[in-house]
């Protein structure tokens, strides 16, 4: 029998001596080796491994963000992918992109797929996630640390680049205190902020957010606006068809 420790997290298996050199996934850490290159092998007894493996000193653990490949973001940071992109064409998994959307070419059926993710630090380790779009509001585990979260929604992003309107309302976000903006239909939605990448529940009110509708209120002065202007020699205010002004006399082509 040999005795071998997991080159990643030190966990310790027992193997038959015919058995050396076959790949072995750790039960500790998950993470795969090979027996035959692992350089603290020991050979032992049934008898004598039976008395060690219980005194060896070795606890699990879980296995941390250092121990699983991570993703260059297109700023430069490194994203977890908590549950694997599906290709659009043949439903294969995809990795992770680092990024918001981007085009990949699917492993499977070799075309190119369009992935759309979510970008967001664990509300525990802040850890920076990455979760498939289609799994917003969904609840999942963060691959560093275990805990569980609800993926947020991308929404105070605005993509659409919609104006606000009296629907709408502003407020600060929670983390970073940068000043947001949503829909009223939206609040309360788990959100995650477009500056600090940090996830919150959007609130049900907030300050309300001047339109240029709301700056005039008597619409005779927008009409005011388009049939008269100032006349560039008095200063003095002239219909905007004239071509001379009553004031001054002076002279429009």
């Given at each position: 029998?040999?005795?071998?420790?997991?080159?990643?997290?030190?966990?310790?298996?027992?193997?038959?001596?015919h058995?050396?050199?076959?790949?072995?996934?750790?039960?500790?850490?998950?993470?795969?080796?090979?027996?035959?290159?692992?350089?603290?092998?020991?050979?032992?007894?049934?008898?004598?491994?039976?008395?060690?493996?219980?005194?060896m000193?070795?606890?699990?653990?879980?296995?941390?963000?250092?121990?699983?490949?991570?993703?260059?973001?297109?700023?430069?940071?490194?994203?977890?992918?908590?549950?694997?992109?599906?290709?659009?064409?043949?439903?294969?998994?995809?990795?992770?992109?680092?990024?918001?959307?981007?085009?990949?070419?699917?492993?499977?059926?070799?075309?190119?797929?369009?992935?759309?993710?979510v970008?967001?630090?664990?509300?525990?380790?802040?850890?920076?996630?990455?979760?498939?779009?289609?799994?917003?509001?969904?609840?999942?585990?963060?691959?560093?640390?275990?805990?569980?979260l609800?993926?947020?929604?991308?929404?105070?992003?605005?993509?659409?680049?919609?104006?606000?309107?009296?629907?709408?309302?502003?407020?600060?976000?929670?983390?970073c205190?940068?000043?947001?903006?949503?829909?009223?239909?939206?609040?309360?939605?788990?959100?995650?902020?477009?500056?600090?990448?940090?996830?919150?529940?959007?609130?049900?009110?907030?300050?309300p957010?001047?339109?240029?509708?709301?700056?005039?209120?008597?619409?005779?002065?927008?009409?005011?606006?388009?049939?008269?202007?100032?006349?560039?020699?008095?200063?003095?205010?002239?219909?905007?068809?004239?071509?001379?002004?009553?004031?001054?006399?002076?002279?429009?082509?």
């Amino acid at each position: 029998m040999l005795l071998l420790t997991c080159p990643f997290c030190r966990w310790p298996l027992l193997l038959p001596d015919h058995r050396l050199g076959l790949t072995h996934r750790c039960v500790n850490c998950g993470e795969e080796y090979d027996t035959s290159k692992v350089s603290d092998a020991a050979q032992l007894s049934l008898t004598t491994s039976k008395s060690i493996l219980p005194n060896m000193g070795v606890s699990p653990r879980r296995a941390t963000a250092q121990d699983k490949p991570k993703t260059p973001t297109a700023s430069g940071l490194l994203s977890q992918l908590t549950s694997p992109h599906l290709c659009q064409h043949c439903e294969g998994p995809l990795e992770a992109i680092g990024r918001r959307r981007a085009t990949a070419t699917c492993p499977t059926c070799q075309r190119p797929a369009s992935v759309h993710a979510v970008l967001y630090n664990c509300s525990n380790c802040g850890e920076l996630l990455e979760s498939p779009a289609r799994q917003k509001g969904q609840l999942t585990r963060c691959p560093a640390c275990s805990e569980q979260l609800t993926v947020p929604s991308d929404i105070l992003f605005n993509d659409a680049r919609e104006e606000p309107d009296g629907t709408w309302f502003e407020f600060p976000c929670p983390w970073c205190r940068t000043m947001l903006r949503s829909k009223q239909c939206f609040a309360g939605t788990t959100a995650v902020c477009p500056h600090g990448l940090h996830t919150f529940a959007i609130p049900h009110s907030g300050d309300p957010i001047s339109t240029p509708a709301d700056l005039t209120h008597d619409p005779r002065e927008v009409l005011h606006r388009y049939t008269e202007r100032r006349c560039r020699n008095c200063g003095l205010s002239m219909p905007s068809t004239a071509t001379r002004c009553p004031h001054c006399d002076r002279q429009y082509a």
